[in-house]
Nanobody, 126 residues
């Protein structure tokens, strides 16, 4: 059974940094992609960032490009999301998602991912 456990969320002030981690169990990052999405009340799940297995190919939403960095641990299947220069509009529940067979054209589509974590809340407020 695949489980994804997110950690690292919390309450921070605008301009602060935060690091989220996603640790899968029952799943090994041999192919496909791992991604982060976020959701705020009343809105659809929004793509944030994704990384391919090699770790060389990364993808970002325009809203976070230059501020967020997705990376993977070389000896684990864990994926991290380093968030800097946080803004109040980054406030959301953040979800990790994985899929072994996802194709590039679907990497930003939440419906294309097979497995999801429970989410971790990030609140950016002064």
């Amino acid at each position: 059974q695949v489980q994804l456990v997110e950690s690292g969320g919390g309450l921070v002030q605008p301009g602060d940094s935060l690091r989220l981690s996603c640790a899968p169990s029952g799943w090994t990052f041999r192919s496909g992609a791992m991604a982060w999405f976020r959701r705020t009340p009343g809105k659809e799940r929004e793509f944030v960032a994704a990384i391919r297995r090699s770790g060389y190919y990364t993808y970002y939403a325009d809203a976070v490009k230059g501020r967020f960095t997705i990376s993977r641990d070389n000896d684990k299947s864990a994926v991290n999301l380093q968030m800097t220069s946080l803004k109040p509009e980054d406030t959301a529940d953040y979800y990790c998602a994985v899929d072994s067979g996802i194709i590039l054209s679907q990497i930003r589509n939440p419906g294309a991912y097979d497995y999801w974590g429970q989410g971790t809340r990030v609140t950016v407020s002064s």
